[in-house]
């Protein structure tokens, strides 16, 4: 027996998991597991849990460093807050909306939309960013067959949206929301992995519009505090999305969950009685193997003993920068551009994507900042840039003098190195999952090789699409599955 082998104690009958990544998804894994019983074990290559859900201390303020909100197409993440008992952290953000800064100029960003696809192509805010010509090109959506832009398996944003609603919704609307919160060019972009459910509303409903209308409506779930705002999509935590993990953390040392940091899964072997699980010098035997990484490395650590998944590696995730500025700046009180203001791609001058004004957007925030002080967080790197993204190859102060350069272009109030109290860098290999055209069709493949191999479960953003509602809910209803069909024990 190698040193540092684990195995179930003589008296603890309970069936054995392993779960390997400590992100939010082998986080939810693990408590589902531990909830229907079974002994789990979580192996974290890094010292931190919780993974893209991250936080950092930024001039004394705890924030997050990675999703700061969450989409409230379904109550997923609300029902997890709940559960952990944040019920009454749940806010929605500031009303004032955010803006989008295309080629020709800034515009206020329309509230009524999905990924940027309008509900109400005559919404006032809607033709003011398409004019005329635009929203009634976009209107005919109304009258075409509900089989456009549903008949073929796969379609990409970029085509479903320019077939039923035209190119100026596309390119003035669209591709700037997707490239903020995707990192990509829409037309890269699967619409069934990162728009779920959309284009079987479109089926449902009739058109492109009313699909985005119902979407809109399950985003008014209640929440703590109350229907969230109109044209509130997204939601939040008081204290930071950050808190989440904490609770899980927390929820899952008092199930008996054995949480190991610095713990990286090298090999994986699958055994007459289950998994072998190898981390540096010590192994692990379970009943369930649950995988929760990025796609790459969750290939890469199991085709050996599933070789059929080799072909299946998904591309890699684009490399993203964070650069989170605390300012000292008055003249921001006003929020000039709303919670913030998204960039379409080819904007002259401008090297981010998005800047979130994190104070404006948050009144919890604002409120711990103090008057004056502002949270300001500018994002880099689009899947389509050459190289993974020109900007992302900078160092830190490089990446920190384009930040300034394009928060005083962004919000019209001029930002120098003199104004900042604090600022940080984070960057984001893989963390955001690149759901390609046809990537549906490869999950449903990776997850058929899964449940052929008797007790193996994979989670994460690459299998269950973009953003935290989606993760949740996925890892749950895997999980799910196994609680349904009883633990898997040789």
Same mark, same amino acid.
Not at 125 to 133: H, I, P
């Given at each position: 027996?190698?040193?540092?082998?684990?195995?179930?104690?003589?008296?603890?009958?309970?069936?054995?998991?392993?779960?390997?990544?400590?992100?939010?998804?082998? %986080?939810?894994?693990?408590?589902?597991?531990?909830?229907?019983?079974?002994?789990?074990?979580?192996?974290?290559?890094?010292?931190?849990?919780?993974?893209?859900?991250?936080?950092?201390?930024?001039?004394?303020?705890?924030?997050?460093?990675?999703?700061?909100?969450?989409?409230?197409?379904?109550?997923?993440?609300?029902?997890?807050?709940?559960?952990?008992?944040?019920?009454?952290?749940?806010?929605?953000?500031?009303?004032?909306?955010?803006?989008?800064?295309?080629?020709?100029?800034?515009?206020?960003?329309?509230?009524?939309?999905?990924?940027?696809?309008?509900?109400?192509?005559?919404?006032?805010?809607?033709?003011?960013?398409?004019?005329?010509?635009?929203?009634?090109?976009?209107?005919?959506?109304?009258?075409?067959?509900?089989?456009?832009?549903?008949?073929?398996?796969?379609?990409?944003?970029?085509?479903?949206?320019?077939?039923?609603?035209?190119?100026?919704?596309?390119?003035?609307?669209?591709?700037?929301?997707?490239?903020?919160?995707?990192?990509?060019?829409?037309?890269? %972009?699967?619409?069934?992995?990162?728009?779920?459910?959309?284009?079987?509303?479109?089926?449902?409903?009739?058109?492109?519009? !009313?699909?985005?209308?119902?979407?809109?409506?399950?985003?008014?779930?209640?929440?703590?505090?109350?229907?969230?705002?109109?044209?509130?999509?997204?939601?939040?935590?008081?204290?930071?999305?950050?808190?989440?993990?904490?609770?899980?953390?927390?929820?899952?040392?008092?199930?008996?969950?054995?949480?190991?940091?610095?713990?990286?899964?090298?090999?994986?072997?699958?055994?007459?009685? &289950?998994?072998?699980?190898?981390?540096?010098?010590?192994?692990?035997?379970?009943?369930?193997?649950?995988?929760?990484?990025?796609?790459?490395?969750?290939?890469?650590?199991?085709?050996?003993?599933?070789?059929?998944?080799?072909? %299946?590696?998904?591309?890699?995730?684009?490399?993203?920068?964070?650069?989170?500025?605390?300012?000292?700046?008055?003249?921001?009180?006003?929020?000039?551009?709303?919670?913030?203001?998204?960039?379409?791609?080819?904007?002259?001058?401008?090297?981010?994507?998005?800047?979130?004004?994190?104070?404006?957007?948050?009144?919890?925030?604002?409120?711990?900042? &103090?008057?004056?002080?502002?949270?300001?967080?500018?994002?880099?790197?689009?899947?389509?840039?050459?190289?993974?993204?020109?900007?992302?190859?900078?160092?830190?102060?490089?990446?920190?003098?384009?930040?300034?350069? #394009?928060?005083?272009?962004?919000?019209?109030?001029?930002?120098?190195?003199? #104004?900042?109290?604090?600022?940080?860098?984070?960057?984001?290999?893989?963390?955001?999952?690149?759901?390609?055209?046809?990537?549906?069709?490869?999950?449903?493949?990776?997850?058929?090789?899964? !449940?052929?191999?008797?007790?193996?479960?994979?989670?994460?953003?690459?299998?269950?699409?973009?953003?935290?509602?989606?993760?949740?809910?996925?890892?749950?209803?895997?999980?799910?599955?196994?609680?349904?069909?009883?633990?898997?024990?040789?």
């Amino acid at each position: 027996m190698r040193r540092g082998h684990t195995k179930p104690e003589a008296h603890d009958s309970r069936p054995t998991a392993v779960v390997v990544g400590g992100g939010i998804s082998g %986080l939810i894994a693990s408590r589902e597991l531990a909830a229907d019983g079974w002994a789990v074990t979580v192996l974290e290559a890094s010292n931190a849990w919780g993974g893209c859900v991250g936080s950092h201390v930024v001039a004394g303020l705890q924030l997050d460093s990675g999703a700061e909100s969450f989409a409230t197409r379904s109550t997923a993440v609300a029902d997890l807050a709940r559960e952990l008992g944040l019920a009454d952290r749940i806010v929605a953000p500031h009303p004032g909306g955010a803006w989008v800064q295309l080629p020709s100029g800034p515009q206020e960003l329309p509230k009524t939309g999905v990924l940027g696809i309008p509900a109400n192509p005559w919404d006032p805010e809607v033709r003011r960013s398409l004019g005329l010509a635009g929203a009634m090109r976009a209107s005919l959506d109304r009258w075409l067959p509900a089989s456009v832009g549903t008949s073929s398996d796969v379609t990409s944003v970029s085509s479903l949206v320019r077939t039923r609603m035209g190119k100026r919704v596309l390119e003035r609307l669209v591709s700037p929301v997707v490239g903020g919160v995707h990192s990509a060019d829409p037309a890269l %972009l699967d619409v069934d992995m990162v728009a779920p459910g959309l284009r079987a509303g479109l089926r449902a409903h009739g058109s492109l519009a !009313a699909a985005v209308a119902a979407q809109r409506r399950t985003a008014t779930a209640s929440t703590a505090s109350g229907p969230a705002k109109a044209g509130s999509a997204v939601a939040g935590l008081k204290g930071g999305m950050n808190t989440l993990v904490v609770a899980l953390v927390s929820d899952l040392r008092e199930r008996g969950v054995s949480l190991l940091t610095g713990k990286r899964a090298e090999d994986v072997v699958k055994t007459e009685d &289950g998994w072998r699980v190898t981390a540096g010098n010590d192994t692990y035997d379970a009943d369930r193997l649950v995988v929760a990484l990025d796609g790459p490395a969750a290939v890469g650590l199991l085709e050996k003993s599933l070789p059929e998944l080799s072909s %299946l590696r998904p591309a890699p995730g684009p490399l993203v920068s964070l650069v989170t500025m605390v300012v000292d700046l008055p003249q921001l009180d006003g929020r000039p551009r709303g919670t913030g203001i998204l960039v379409a791609p080819e904007t002259p001058g401008i090297k981010a994507k998005a800047l979130t004004h994190a104070t404006a957007k948050w009144d919890w925030l604002a409120d711990e900042a &103090g008057p004056g002080t502002h949270v300001l967080r500018l994002s880099y790197g689009r899947r389509e840039e050459a190289g993974g993204g020109a900007d992302l190859v900078l160092d830190d102060e490089s990446l920190l003098a384009a930040a300034l350069e #394009d928060a005083s272009a962004l919000l019209t109030v001029r930002v120098s190195r003199s #104004d900042i109290v604090d600022w940080d860098v984070v960057r984001w290999a893989g963390a955001l999952p690149f759901a390609a055209v046809g990537h549906k069709q490869r999950v449903a493949q990776v997850r058929k090789v899964c !449940a052929a191999a008797d007790g193996l479960t994979m989670v994460g953003g690459w299998l269950a699409g973009n953003g935290l509602a989606a993760v949740v809910a996925d890892t749950r209803a895997q999980l799910a599955a196994v609680s349904a069909n009883g633990p898997s024990i040789a």
